[in-house]
């Protein structure tokens, strides 16, 4: 279980067009989902917390309004990167958390991650 | 100082060692600790995850958590060429409720 989907799993745009990224959890329901980024050998970034049914928090630094977060169902959240520009080419994940039953602790599982290139 | 702390590395083990990552965690509430294996290119894969002091063992895999100490370890037995990734170490912070820190990874790169 446990499965975490995303897509696409790679774009190209053209600058100053808008991309949108869906994260799905196949087998759990979320109510709360996390968007990050990752620059080539760089640590992850968190960008925002999605939460089902409400407005997504962003981290400090992150443009709420370049990053459109919409989090429509327990088991899916989208990214829709507005009027990309090349500096925003990067390798972009989502995150699903899950109940575990036995601890009452929430683990995080990863989607594949999607990579966007701007040219 | 970073909430949480790792050693970038890269740690070289020779195939068939033991590895040895450590973490150290600066909230002394934290409840929730967490390894992933990050290879390159790829997404975050979660391996283990630890709640209370002690070791915990899945496998090759031993995670090991000292509250007092504000540490937590991952030890990799038998260590294959296939182990080479980036680990990361992630830790809920009290009060965070699902948002988790992570640290900024070890490479690991076990040697044939």
């Known amino acids: 279980g446990a499965v975490v989907s995303q897509h696409p799993s790679r774009v190209i745009c053209k600058s100053g067009t808008s991309v949108k990224i869906e994260c799905r959890s196949l087998d759990f329901q979320a109510t709360t989902m996390f968007w990050y980024r990752q620059f080539p050998k760089q640590s992850l970034m968190l960008m925002a917390t999605?939460?089902?049914?409400?407005?997504?928090?962003?981290e400090q630094g992150v443009e709420k309004d370049k990053f459109l977060i919409n989090h429509a169902s327990l088991t899916l959240s989208t990214l829709t990167v507005t009027s990309a520009h090349p500096e925003d080419s990067s390798f972009y994940i989502c995150?699903?958390?899950?109940?575990?039953?036995?601890?009452?602790?929430?683990?995080?599982?990863f989607g594949p991650g999607t990579r966007l290139t701007v040219t | 100082q970073k909430e949480v702390e790792q050693n970038s590395g890269p740690l070289s083990v020779p195939e068939g060692a033991i590895a040895s990552l450590n973490c150290t965690y600066s909230?002394?509430?934290?409840?929730?600790f967490f390894w992933y294996r990050q290879y390159s290119g790829k997404s975050p894969e979660l391996i283990m995850s630890i709640y209370s002091n002690g070791d915990k063992e899945d496998g090759r895999f031993t995670a090991q958590l000292n509250k007092a100490s504000q540490y937590v370890s991952l030890l990799i037995r038998d260590s294959q060429p296939s182990d080479s990734a980036t680990y990361l170490c992630a830790v809920n912070p009290s009060g965070g409720y699902q948002k988790v820190t992570f640290g900024t990874g070890t490479k690991l790169q076990v040697i044939p």
């Open positions: 999605s939460n089902e049914g409400s407005k997504a928090t962003y």
């Open positions: 995150s699903a958390s899950r109940l575990q039953t036995t601890s009452g602790s929430r683990e995080q599982y």
């Open positions: 909230d002394r509430g934290s409840q929730s």
